[in-house]
């Protein structure tokens, strides 16, 4: 127990210092068109150079836990601005995607905040993508909800991650601005050799169409995946 709370400790010490010192960086991984092979926008993860072989979720919890989670998104998102404005000189309709926590809404200068940065790296509202996921409604949903509605306002969209894995994802579907959905990978990996799993990715697809919102399938890999989600008409691929 001592010896991973001392661990937990020295993490937590060493996100400060590269928060900082500016230690993370961006990578980006392409939003595609699925039939017509155009790259449509990029969606943001947060990388750090220094400590690679810290796992995601570990990286998350501590961020969590010495309050720097807000903070890290805020850096990486006007890293991100920066760059979406120079790319954005050659292909005009190119796009970012961006993840938030359920804790960044409860920052309550969150709304203000992003659109400081907008106007600050001069990209417009319509250009930037935020992608939620259920567990922000196990929080505060009453105070998620004015923030997303605020961020809707303001111009941005806001998607639905991971979709599919949650408990209560067709009720939320309803009641959530989103106007895009993203299929989990878990899903997407597994329907060229399952079928019920391409029973279910088609539903899900037939459901965010007749709703009139964008499917994304994440982790598309391989040409099997990307024939099979096509004849869904899915419409895009991460």
């Given at each position: 127990?001592?010896?991973?709370?001392?661990?937990?400790?020295?993490?937590?010490?060493?996100?400060?210092?590269?928060?900082?010192?500016?230690?993370?960086?961006?990578?980006?991984q392409?939003?595609?068109?699925?039939?017509?092979?155009?790259?449509?926008?990029?969606?943001?993860?947060?990388r750090?150079?220094?400590?690679?072989?810290?796992?995601?979720?570990?990286?998350?919890l501590?961020?969590?836990?010495?309050?720097?989670?807000?903070?890290?998104?805020?850096?990486?998102?006007?890293?991100?601005?920066?760059?979406?404005?120079?790319?954005?000189?050659?292909?005009?309709?190119?796009?970012?995607?961006?993840?938030?926590?359920?804790?960044d809404?409860?920052?309550?200068?969150?709304?203000?905040?992003?659109?400081?940065?907008?106007?600050n790296?001069?990209?417009?509202?319509?250009?930037?993508?935020?992608?939620?996921?259920?567990?922000?409604?196990?929080?505060?949903?009453?105070l998620?909800?004015?923030?997303?509605?605020?961020?809707?306002?303001?111009?941005?969209?806001?998607?639905?991650?991971?979709?599919?894995?949650?408990?209560?994802?067709?009720?939320?579907?309803?009641?959530?601005?989103?106007?895009?959905?993203?299929?989990?990978?878990?899903?997407?990996?597994?329907?060229?050799?399952?079928?019920?799993?391409?029973?279910?990715?088609?539903?899900?697809?037939?459901?965010?169409?007749?709703?009139?919102?964008?499917?994304?399938?994440?982790?598309?890999?391989?040409?099997?995946?990307?024939?099979?989600?096509?004849?869904?008409?899915?419409?895009?691929?991460?």
């Open positions: 127990m001592n010896q991973h709370v001392q661990k937990a400790l020295h993490l937590e010490s060493q996100l400060t210092k590269a928060y900082q010192e500016h230690e993370f960086c961006n990578y980006y392409p939003i595609i068109n699925a039939h017509t092979h155009q790259t449509e926008g990029f969606e943001v993860l947060l750090w150079p220094e400590n690679k072989r810290i796992q995601t979720q570990e990286f998350s501590a961020a969590e836990g010495v309050g720097l989670i807000t903070k890290i998104m805020l850096q990486t998102f006007n890293r991100a601005l920066n760059e979406l404005n120079e790319w954005r000189k050659a292909s005009p309709d190119l796009y970012l995607s961006i993840n938030l926590s359920a804790l809404f409860e920052f309550i200068e969150l709304v203000p905040e992003i659109k400081k940065a907008l106007i790296a001069n990209v417009p509202s319509e250009a930037i993508v935020f992608e939620i996921t259920e567990s922000i409604l196990m929080r505060d949903s009453n998620a909800l004015q923030s997303m509605k605020k961020l809707k306002e303001l111009g941005c969209k806001l998607y639905m991650d991971d979709f599919g894995t949650g408990f209560s994802s067709l009720a939320n579907l309803a009641a959530l601005p989103v106007t895009e959905i993203k299929i989990d990978k878990s899903f997407v990996q597994a329907i060229a050799n399952d079928n019920r799993f391409s029973v279910l990715v088609s539903s899900i697809i037939e459901i965010g169409n007749k709703l009139g919102l964008t499917v994304v399938a994440e982790g598309v890999e391989n040409k099997a995946q990307l024939s099979s989600l096509r004849s869904h008409n899915c419409q895009v691929i991460q």
